[in-house]
Nanobody, 118 residues
Framework: QVQLVESGGGSVQAGGSLRLSCAAF????????MAWFRQVPGKEREEVAT???????TYADSVKGRFTISKESDKNTLYLQMHSLKPEDTAMYYC????????????WGQGTQVTVSS
């Protein structure tokens, strides 16, 4: 069993930065593929970035070069560093864990809101 708790969301002006954190409870998460998703009301949840157990990362085209996903296993924490934020980055951001790295999320956090004003 893995529990995920996000923090770090907030309101920021366009061009600003935020760092999201996801505290993971349950050591099994260290072998999982982890990801950040985001969702705007009325739209499907979008995968933003992923990181596997070896530290390999992937990013959505819309955030490449601006967002960085990372993790600190000894602190049981996943991060999403976001720079050069745009109003279109406004969304609820969710931390997710995929135990088999097949794209099927087993565990979701409760979400943290990011609002970027122009």
């Amino acid at each position: 069993q893995v529990q995920l708790v996000e923090s770090g969301g907030g309101s920021v002006q366009a061009g600003g930065s935020l760092r999201l954190s996801c505290a993971a409870f349950g050591s099994a998460w260290r072998s999982y593929c982890m990801a950040w998703f985001r969702q705007v009301p009325g739209k499907e949840r979008e995968e933003v970035a992923t990181i596997d157990s070896n530290g390999s990362t992937t990013y959505a085209d819309s955030v490449k070069g601006r967002f960085t996903i990372s993790k600190e296993s000894d602190k049981n924490t996943l991060y999403l560093q976001m720079h050069s934020l745009k109003p279109e980055d406004t969304a609820m951001y969710y931390c997710a864990a995929d135990s088999t790295c097949t794209g099927r999320v087993n565990y979701w956090g409760q979400g943290t809101q990011v609002t970027v004003s122009s």
